[in-house]
């Protein structure tokens, strides 16, 4: 993709070394329902819910759970797919911040999140990027580095690719 989850995994470490918040992880993705997300989360803050069944009553106790928290919570939710609503899952208290990646602007739009679409890369950052990583001790011949600038824009602006 375009970098979605390599730039919240960044976010992510920076937020760790950097701030006293307390920064949690969550793969989404496609089969998703709440009481697996709630389940996802609550693992991370070492909350047992496995004798619970009801997902109010797992809200809740997510939401109590935050709300203890003196530090600023950052949950980090990778790949969401479709809307949700955060306090069925239990996130409502003020000390608590969202990111999340998704590839709809929809889903964005529905979560009420400010979006900060990533774009793919033009023809000369790509290649800029592609000479970076290959270090500047490498020197590419005239048919390499045609070959080079090839790849380049093959992989269509992608900066992964």
């Not at 803050?45 to 935050?66: H, I, M, P, Q, Y």
């Not at 911040?97 to 979560?111: A, D, E, G, W």
Request: glycine share 6%; proline share 1%.
């Amino acid at each position: 993709g375009v970098g979605k989850t390599t730039l919240a995994d960044h976010i992510h470490d920076h937020l760790l070394k950097n701030t006293q918040s307390k920064v949690y992880w969550i793969s989404v993705s496609q089969d998703f329902s709440i009481k697996k997300l709630q389940g996802d989360i609550a693992k991370r803050l070492k909350l047992n819910l496995s004798d619970v069944d009801d997902e109010k009553v797992r809200a809740r106790k997510l939401g109590d759970t935050f709300e203890k928290m003196e530090e600023m919570v950052v949950l980090i939710l990778d790949d969401v797919w479709e809307y949700f609503c955060l306090y069925r899952l239990g996130i409502g208290a003020r000390n608590c911040r969202l990111i999340l990646t998704t590839r709809s602007l929809q889903v964005c739009n529905q979560m009420r999140c400010h979006p900060f679409e990533l774009k793919t890369l033009d023809t000369e950052e790509a290649w800029g990027l592609f000479e970076r990583t290959l270090g500047s001790e490498t020197v590419l011949d005239g048919d390499l580095e045609r070959i080079a600038k090839s790849i380049t824009e093959r992989c269509g602006g992608l900066p992964l690719a």
